[in-house]
């Protein structure tokens, strides 16, 4: 087997993994999903939506972005074989989620009053507010364990966090919903905290690994550099969730809470269900392309093969989409939710174009250009943010979704121009020909069910389909080599 082949093998393995434990997490957010629309309907999703992208702001400003950070720390002590320096940055780790999760806590419980203006025009949300900071705690030590059993490479055990903490969150939040209607909002939140700390905590203890004995000044002292980069990294997540919810609130003052949980629901299609290639890849790709980040030429290796394997796996799922979106609405929501078809569609062209600008911009992080990063994601979140507002005033959630595509388009461009003028980064022309091929089905698909009758559309959707889905599997053949694979088992 070929060094390329064992790499493009690693990159599957990794994401058949994970990949596996987000098609259990669909599954599961699809049935929650379909409860909450049919008990709580758009308004309640519209409702949700305030109060998480609201916490989730505080959580940005306060968790300090270990989640991200203390990976690097925690594997490049793995690579140096150096037992206690292991147990010194996972103790590290341990202490400072607990200090940043508190701060979120009172964060939020002492400014509810205020959040509940802001947010929703009132302060009848106060007491849900003051409810729900828990749950900065509690999503900080859970993403503080996580971080220990992905920076340890622990991907089973990780996997099994994830997965057990969906299946036992469905059985919980389902009949919160059922028995309280809209009263049973803020329970489901806490509920799905707390399950997530207990499964993360749980799977994280079979870890044997021993506390360091340090000071508090020695903690900080070797935490200085995991909290510089992930306060860099925590700025960048403000400004997303900070652009999400100011997207939301202006949605909501410009259009309806309603149009907030449409907005809501149709997003999640892209972010939850699409990107489950993304949250697979990163969680073994980061950690990879961190340990050869000082070879340029193994960077753009990793990152091209990276960005081949997530364009062939993603394709065929996002023409689907494009095909068949009404139904995918209607059996995930509802008919209710049928108005976000044309966000979704534009949405599912603009995420080519993500595809390839997420996969070069993790260099940024990789070789620990902290400020690149950040100076690189704000001008990005500025004009994403842009486009978004006009568009949603011009167009709708229609235009949401074509300001999505036009905004990523202009941030592949962004970050490939960075990283080959910063890391001499090119992309290879295999990555070209699978784009051109891929992305001109996937335009063909548009066309044919905006131009096309229903069942004519169908059936040229479905041949779309099947030769995108054809296409990528010969080329994964000549990376995987599958057949031969096949032929063992």
């Not at 290796?301 to 081949?308: F, P």
């Not at 911009?361 to 990005?380: D, Q, S, V």
């Not at 949603?392 to 074509?402: A, D, E, K, N, S």
Request: charged share 10%.
């Amino acid at each position: 087997m070929s060094e390329n082949q064992s790499s493009y093998r690693q990159i599957m393995k990794a994401t058949s993994i994970f990949g596996g434990v987000q098609v259990f997490n669909i599954i599961i957010q699809v049935i929650r999903s379909k409860f909450v629309a049919v008990l709580l309907g758009p308004s309640g999703m519209g409702i949700m939506g305030l109060l998480t992208s609201t916490t989730g702001i505080i959580s940005s400003l306060t968790n300090f972005g270990l989640g991200t950070s203390a990976v690097k720390d925690i594997s490049s002590a793995l690579g140096s074989d150096n037992e206690k320096r292991i147990r010194i940055v996972i103790t590290v780790v341990r202490r400072l989620v607990w200090i940043t999760g508190l701060i979120g806590f009172l964060v939020t419980a002492i400014l509810s009053p205020w959040l509940s203006q802001l947010t929703f025009g009132n302060k009848n949300y106060t007491l849900a507010f003051i409810w729900i900071s828990v749950t900065l705690l509690l999503n900080q030590l859970s993403s503080g364990q996580l971080v220990v059993l992905q920076g340890l490479r622990k991907l089973n055990y990780l996997a099994r966090a994830n997965l057990t903490g969906s299946f036992i969150g469905l059985f919980v939040t389902v009949p919160i919903y059922y028995v309280w209607g809209l009263d049973g909002i803020v329970p489901g939140i806490i509920g799905t905290a707390i399950i997530s700390f207990l499964m993360s905590w749980y799977f994280s203890s079979k870890m044997k690994v021993e506390k360091a004995e340090l000071t508090r000044s020695q903690t900080f002292a070797e935490g200085k550099s995991m909290l510089k980069m992930g306060f860099m990294i925590s700025l960048n997540g403000i400004l997303v969730i900070g652009s999400s919810y100011i997207i939301r609130v202006f949605i909501s003052r410009t259009g309806s809470v309603e149009q907030v949980g449409l907005y809501n629901a149709g997003f999640a299609i892209i972010n939850t269900y699409v990107s489950l290639i993304f949250n697979a890849m990163a969680t073994d790709y980061y950690p990879r392309l961190s340990a050869i980040s000082g070879d340029n030429k193994l960077c753009k290796q990793t990152i091209n093969q990276q960005a081949e394997i997530a364009l062939l796996i993603l394709a065929p799922i996002l023409i689907v989409f494009l095909i068949f979106i009404n139904w995918v609405i209607i059996l995930l929501y509802s008919h209710r939710f049928t108005e976000v078809n044309g966000m979704i569609q534009w949405a599912a062209l603009g995420m080519f174009f993500k595809t390839a600008g997420w996969s070069v911009a993790f260099i940024f992080l990789a070789k620990g250009t902290t400020k690149l990063f950040f100076w690189n994601e704000l001008i990005a979140t500025l004009y994403i943010l842009s486009f978004n507002l006009a568009g949603y005033y011009f167009w709708g959630l229609t235009g949401l979704g074509l300001s999505f595509a036009v905004a990523y388009l202009i941030y592949a461009i962004q970050v490939f121009v960075v990283s080959k003028i910063k890391f001499e980064f090119e992309f290879d022309q295999s990555i070209f020909a699978i784009f051109t091929v891929q992305f001109g089905l996937a335009v063909a698909a548009f066309l044919t069910v905006k131009l096309l009758s229903t069942p004519l559309a169908y059936v040229t959707g479905v041949s779309l389909i099947l030769f995108s889905g054809w296409f990528s599997f010969i080329q994964l053949n000549k990376r995987l080599g599958l057949l031969q694979l096949l032929k063992r088992m």
